[in-house]
């Protein structure tokens, strides 16, 4: 059985600084990961999928690593800005299409 | 293009009532999925459809929840009866993903807003 966790569970930084954070999977055999953001009351909003095969995928201020056979992905966030403070997800995916998520890093950055 | 979306945005009903959830995927998906997140707990995959057939069931709790895509397009999610312990955030999600293809954008799960039921 998948068991995804995320470290910390919440993180306060001051705006401008870079904000880093940690995802892991018990079973490695996965087929992609998924990082998602959710403000309060809202749904998931999709930010990055890393497939199996690749070891970051980057998208603006977001960059997402994946190293599969240690069973860990981060995900970094620069120069952080108020507008950023949400609660981050991560989720992976076996073959069978089903997610598993993590518990979720909220983050507040301070203006 | 539209989003995923869900109806109604919040439910609040008593015990032992029956609620209906209703979603529509991204126009194009045939894959259709349920998630839901109760009090304190990580979000947890019910069940995915492919077109109007179910692929994968076994996240639905018991029987009382009975999912349905006539059609291949919009889904409902039916609770009957309704118990306490079925309050939570209902999410439904969309995908193009046919297993072929591993564009990330073809793999994307898309969620929408969520359904929030409150049982009394």
């Known amino acids: 059985k998948q068991e995804v966790t995320q470290i910390p569970a919440a993180l306060s930084v001051p705006e401008g600084e870079n904000l880093v954070l940690n995802c892991s999977f018990t079973d490695s055999a996965i087929y992609n990961l998924q990082w998602f953001r959710q403000d309060p009351g809202k749904g998931l909003t999709s930010l990055l999928l890393i497939q199996s095969s690749q070891r970051e995928q980057t998208s603006g201020r977001l960059n997402a690593s994946l190293d599969k056979s240690s069973g860990r992905s981060t995900l970094y966030i620069a120069a952080s800005q108020p507008g950023d403070s949400a609660t981050y997800l991560c989720a992976v995916r076996p073959i069978e299409y089903k997610l598993s998520f993590g518990a979720g890093t909220t983050v507040t950055v301070r203006a | 293009e539209a989003g995923v979306t869900q109806f109604p945005s919040h439910s609040v009903i008593e015990k032992g009532q029956t609620v209906t959830l209703r979603c529509d995927p991204i126009s194009g998906h045939d894959n259709l999925y349920w998630y839901r997140r109760v009090m304190g707990k990580e979000i947890k995959f019910l069940l995915h459809?492919?077109?109007?057939?179910?692929?994968?069931e076994s996240g639905m709790p018991n029987n009382r929840f009975l999912a349905e895509r006539t059609g291949g397009t919009y889904s409902t999610l039916k609770v009957q009866p309704a118990e306490l312990e079925d309050s939570g955030v209902y999410f439904c999600a969309s995908s193009q993903d046919d297993g072929t293809s591993t564009f990330s954008s073809y793999n994307e799960q898309f969620f929408g807003p969520g359904t929030r039921l409150t049982v009394l």
């Open positions: 459809f492919v077109k109007e057939s179910k692929q994968d």
